[in-house]
């Protein structure tokens, strides 16, 4: 006689969020390679689930539909090559996914509030206020962390997957706190080299399971600055950060990696609501 064990309640809660997980990274590996096989169809298949459940499977677990998520993973790189390089708007609508410039701009104008020219004029223009740079103490932080090597405006994909894995995990609570952990200066390091960490809190006693790993940054005072906006715009807040108030500041820089703190969700905060902090540690007065 032959017996089988069904699956437990866990061990299928389990296998659905690593099918959403090949998912998202069946999505950004079609969009780092330009393709535009995103459609219900191809993405059902690649979770192994009738196109039929997956929809809703895939909203109830990311808390977006698989569109919504493609929409803005492409909106995102979209407002990064405008403000990163004077490619003309045509062909960052082509890249895209856009039959062309009519259609991405309306699809732009509806998420950032611009058209893609204006956008790009207006915030190369901006500055940040210094008036808006506090120095806090801020607290340790026990984390769970994803690396991610490469472009730092491309590590919401290792947020992505670090997302799933704490909902599956049961590390997803009201107070978790989201960071980003930033190692490397981007104008100095070359990109595909360029290290960084996704991460979210985890209680004392919790040791994060793989793919995620166990880091502590301690506390003590950091300078701040409140951005409200897209991510793509953090690159030349960095950068004015840095190069403008530090080192008229008289603070001196700690031997900590500077950190972001995401205060909402892009997937369910427009572009322009985004709050993020970039907090640079610093050595006690």
């Not at 004077?86 to 509806?110: K, L, N, Q």
């Not at 894995?165 to 049961?170: E, I, L, T, V």
Request: aromatic share 10%.
């Amino acid at each position: 006689m032959t017996s089988s064990t069904a699956p437990t309640p866990a061990n299928t809660e389990a296998q659905y969020y690593a099918r959403m997980d090949r998912v998202r990274a069946y999505i950004e590996a079609e969009l780092a390679r330009g393709g535009q096989a995103l459609d219900l169809d191809a993405l059902a298949e690649v979770a192994c689930l009738s196109r039929f459940h997956f929809h809703r499977i895939y909203r109830a677990i990311t808390g977006e539909t698989p569109a919504q998520t493609v929409r803005r993973a492409r909106l995102h790189r979209a407002a990064a090559s405008l403000l990163e390089s004077d490619r003309p708007v045509a062909e960052i609508a082509i890249e895209a996914g856009y039959g062309g410039v009519e259609a991405f701009t309306r699809a732009f104008a509806a998420a950032y509030q611009a058209g893609p020219a204006s956008y790009r004029a207006a915030v190369q223009k901006e500055r940040i206020e210094v008036e808006h740079i506090i120095i806090r103490e801020e607290p340790s932080y026990r984390l769970a962390a994803l690396a991610h090597r490469g472009s730092y405006q491309k590590i919401g994909e290792a947020f992505e997957r670090l997302g799933l894995w704490a909902q599956s995990a049961g590390m997803w609570r009201p107070e978790t706190v989201t960071l980003g952990v930033y190692y490397d200066d981007p104008g100095s390091t070359p990109e595909a080299e360029l290290r960084s960490d996704a991460c979210v809190t985890v209680p004392e006693g919790v040791t994060p399971t793989a793919p995620a790993r166990l880091l502590e940054l301690t506390g003590g005072p950091a300078a701040v600055y409140r951005h409200v906006g897209p991510y793509a715009e953090l690159g030349l807040a960095w950068e004015q950060f840095y190069g403008g108030w530090l080192p008229t500041s008289s603070r001196e820089p700690a031997d900590k990696p500077p950190y972001e703190l995401y205060l909402n969700s892009p997937a369910t905060t427009p572009p322009a609501d985004l709050i993020t902090e970039i907090c640079i540690p610093l050595k006690s007065a």
